[in-house]
């Protein structure tokens, strides 16, 4: 299984977006500081995953993602968590 997730990052409330083989240890990496990408910037909170049978489909979505739309997709979808978060109207 191939999966396609979006941390949220406490310390400076971004985000980062990226697939894996392995969600937990993916996860446990981040959080540990052991990827180079995200490691100034966590703590790191799970906030969405899809899963995927084959890898460029996950590939291909991770890419999807990490553009405009896929990005303003993702802020709709996720728009209450995102109205949620301190110091965040939920407009």
Do not use: C, N
């Amino acid at each position: 299984m191939f999966y396609v997730y979006l941390l949220h990052s406490v310390a400076d409330d971004g985000f980062y977006i990226g697939y894996t083989t392995d969600l937990r240890r993916r996860l446990s990496e981040h959080k540990q500081g052991a990827s180079f990408a995200t490691r100034h910037r966590g703590p790191w909170k799970l906030v969405y995953y899809e899963g995927y049978a084959d890898e460029r489909d996950a590939q291909g979505r991770e890419r999807y993602l990490k553009s405009g739309g896929g990005r303003r997709l993702l802020r709709h979808q996720l728009r209450r968590y995102l109205g949620k978060r301190p110091g965040r109207s939920a407009t």
